[in-house]
């Protein structure tokens, strides 16, 4: 069936430095790819999506790139802060589905100041 | 405005009750979700309305569970003879329309434990 694999599981970093998230997809014909960022007690909220159209986008600090030959998109944040701290989410939109869509088991990240 | 909201917050039941979990999606918003998630996963889907119908009940995991929307607007998702592996955090998330195109906007989730 239809997967989404997300590396790393958790990841700390400094203050300052950056931070990558990976994502992988089985279904070739997702074509919408967003990312959720889940603070501790909180519901997920939307911090950037890519369609399968572009191959990247960005918005200020956050940058997300798409790659579909390889069936991998990715989530950069750059000059991070402890407010960055958080779990996120990759997902992918099943083709034919209405918006149905199916998340990778999540990033935590930890920003040390 | 407001946002997706879902009652109650947190709901403890024992093994065999039935329970009702309720979400009232965003004024205006026509297509709700729901997912499940496991402490340490991301959200896994069960079910899609659009308008009144469900459009996709196909990640329901089984015939214990049971969603409705008869109005369009609030849904209530409907678990029979609980099992302790139903608990979870139950989230609904509604979108003004389908596509991806309109985002998905979460609830605050039902935490469901089974005792």
């Known amino acids: 069936g239809e997967n989404v694999e997300q590396h790393p599981s958790t990841l700390s970093v400094q203050e300052g430095d950056s931070a990558v998230i990976k994502c992988t997809y089985s279904?070739?014909?997702?074509?919408?790819f967003p990312w959720y960022k889940q603070e501790l007690g909180k519901r997920p909220q939307l911090i950037i999506d890519?369609?399968?159209?572009?191959g990247e986008k960005k918005d200020q600090r956050i940058a997300v790139t798409l790659n579909k030959t390889a069936k991998h998109f990715s989530l950069h944040i750059t000059e991070t802060q402890p407010e960055d701290s958080a779990v996120y989410f990759c997902?992918?939109?099943?083709?034919?589905?209405?918006?149905?869509?199916?998340f990778g088991a999540g990033t935590r990240l930890a920003v040390h100041p | 405005g407001a946002g997706v909201s879902q009652t109650p917050s947190n709901k403890v039941t024992e093994k065999g009750k039935y329970v009702e979990l309720r979400c009232d999606p965003i004024?205006?918003?026509?297509?709700l979700y729901w997912y499940r998630q496991s402490l340490g996963q991301g959200p896994e889907f069960l079910i899609y309305?659009?308008?009144?119908?469900?459009?996709?009940d196909s990640g329901l995991p089984n015939d214990r569970f049971f969603a409705v929307r008869p109005e369009g607007s609030v849904s209530t998702l409907k678990i029979q003879r609980t099992e302790r592996g139903d608990s979870a955090m139950y989230l609904c998330?509604?979108?003004?329309?389908?596509?991806?195109?309109?985002?998905?906007?979460f609830g605050p989730g039902t935490r469901l434990t089974v005792t």
């Open positions: 890519i369609r399968s159209n572009v």
């Open positions: 998330a509604s979108s003004l329309l389908p596509g991806s195109s309109y985002e998905q906007y």
């Open positions: 279904d070739s014909a997702s074509n919408y």
């Open positions: 309305f659009q308008g009144t119908g469900a459009a996709d």
């Open positions: 997902a992918a939109r099943i083709s034919g589905g209405y918006n149905k869509l199916i």
């Open positions: 004024s205006g918003h026509t297509a």
